[in-house]
C-alpha cells in the first residue's frame, strides 16, 4: 500500500510529476505485445548474431536486437534490485518525507514491471531451444547507507541518468521498429523517474533538465554506447557476464 500524501503539503510541479510516473507504467501494458508478437519474425535475422547464452564459461550477452534487449534486462535487473532495497530499508518511512516516499515507491513498482517484463517478454521470444537468458544478477552497493537520503538520491541520480543513456546510446543497434518502439516507450520513464530524483535533489530548480544531461546546443538527452555504460552498472553487479558484440 502506498503512503498517504497530504496533499496540502505537496508541491504542485511535483504533484504532477508524480502523476506522470503513475500514468507512464500503463505504457508496458501494451509493450509487451510488441516483443512476444514480433519474435516469431524476427527469427531469421537473429540467427545472423551472436545470440546470448554460456560462452567459455561466461554469459554473453550477444549481439543485434536480441542482445540489446538482454543489455536492457541486466540494467533493469539492476534497478529494480535497488528500489527494492531503498523502499524496504529499515528507516525508510523516517528517511523520506511523504513525497519522497512516493516517488521513490512509484519508481520501484515502475522498475519491478519493466525488469519482469523483459524476463518473461525474452523467455517468450527466444529464437532457438539452445538460446539462454540472461540470469538473475547479484548486487553488492558497497557502503552505500540505504538509510541516507542523500546517499539514496544521489545513488539514484546516478543509476537513472545512466539508465537514460544507455538506452539512447542502445537506439542505434536496434533493427526492429517495433522493438525501437519498446525501448522508446520504457526510455521516456526513466527520463521521467531521472527528471523526478533531481527534483527531489534540488526541488523547484532547473536540474530536472540540466546541462550536464541536455545538451545546451542540441536539446538532446546523454546517450552512450554499452561499453561506456557497463562499467558504470558494473561497479554494483557481481554477477561476471561479458558483452564482447555489443558496441
Known sequence: MKNEVKIQEVNPILDSRRSFLKLSGLTMVTAGLVLAGCSDNDNDDMQDNSLPGIKNGIFDLGSGDFGVLTYAYALEQLEADFYTKVVNSSNFNTTFNDTEREVLTDLYHHEVVHRDFFK????????????????????????????????????????????????????????????????????SVEARHASAIRSLI????????????????????????????????????TTKFTAKYLP
Do not use: C, H
Open 120 to 187: 518473461a517478454a525474452l523467455t517468450l521470444a527466444l529464437p532457438d531451444p539452445g538460446t539462454q537468458l540472461l540470469p538473475s544478477l547479484a548486487f553488492n552497493y558497497g557502503s552505500l547507507n540505504f538509510n541516507s537520503r542523500n546517499e539514496v538520491l544521489a545513488t539514484a541520480k546516478a543509476l537513472e541518468d545512466t539508465g537514460v543513456a544507455a538506452y539512447n546510446g542502445a537506439g542505434k543497434l536496434i533493427k526492429s521498429a517495433d522493438y525501437l518502439l519498446l525501448a522508446g516507450k520504457i526510455v
Open 202 to 237: 534540488n526541488p523547484n530548480s532547473k536540474d530536472f533538465a540540466g546541462d550536464d544531461i541536455v545538451s545546451a546546443s542540441t536539446g538532446l538527452d546523454a546517450a552512450s554506447n554499452p561499453s561506456k555504460i557497463l562499467p558504470i552498472a558494473g561497479g554494483f553487479i
